[in-house]
């Protein structure tokens, strides 16, 4: 059989999200037949033994793929495990017969969908910064929020690290004295993104709950279970990704092409014809 990178193999084996088996394999923590290996070596899967924190990894090459849409509940961290004994999300799907892992992160005070796979090149898409794939939040904050702290929220505010978030869409679904209850889309996925916006403008993130993520919708799913995704909702995530990454190489492009324009070569000045004397 041909030759796979090994990260590759990781995150289709379910052991991780394929950026997360890069890290590892960087870690120096993986080894093929016995030698340890370094980001971007491929192994045979039919024939190498691979070895992850030196337990044996048995490559399954019929496994069944798993898609899950989670309720996570407040309390619970998104790893699949944790080094302080906290409950992780992967408590919740211990009756799943695959090693699954969470498709992006929701914090430990937060709650709503989290989407739970198998398949590492599904999650890479799903993951991937180009993907674009909308998630809408119920996000209560206090105090009220005035009507300028929502304007810099929706048109892009500057984090604590310094970047910037992209422009979002807020809708108002509560508004009194003390507190403001918002519905915020976003279609990226910086770490503890809400409420680090939220700080950015004076606000207070009191409840923070994922509805939603492209077509995939949390509905009447109750906390601390989970359901197969349809077969409807894997086409409209993966088209979903698609268009994303398509509109990213399109941006790319003519942003490349305008400082193509921009910097072309400048003509140098030359003098007319000497006179002779």
Known sequence: MALERIQKIMSEQGLCSRRA????????????????ASV???????????????????????????????????????????ELGR?????????????????GRLDKD??????????????????????GISKLYRVTVQPRAEESQILKLSSGV???????TLPCTINVVVDEPGRTVMEITLREGKNREIRRMCEAVGLEVVRLKRNAEGVVKLGMLQPGKYRELTKQEL??????????????RSAAAAAKAARHRTSGPVKSRTSGPKRRG
Do not use: C, W
């Open 235 to 248: 086409t409209g995530l993966r088209a979903a990704a698609a268009k994303g990454r398509a509109q990213t």
């Open 40 to 82: 971007g070596d491929k192994m045979d899967p039919d024939r190498d033994v691979l070895h992850v924190d030196d337990e044996r990894i048995y490559i399954d090459k019929e496994q069944k793929l798993y898609y899950l849409a989670l309720y996570k509940p407040r309390g619970y961290v998104t790893t699949a495990s944790d």
């Open 110 to 131: 937060s709650e709503g969908l989290l989407l739970m796979t198998n398949d590492g090149t599904f999650a890479n898409a799903m993951m991937h910064p180009s993907g």
């Open 158 to 164: 500057v984090l604590d690290d310094g970047t910037k």
């Open 87 to 103: 409950k992780t999300v992967m408590d919740l799907v211990a009756d799943i017969p695959a090693r699954l892992y969470p498709v």
């Open 21 to 36: 088996a890069e890290q590892i394999i960087a870690e120096g923590r993986v080894k093929v037949n016995g030698r340890v």
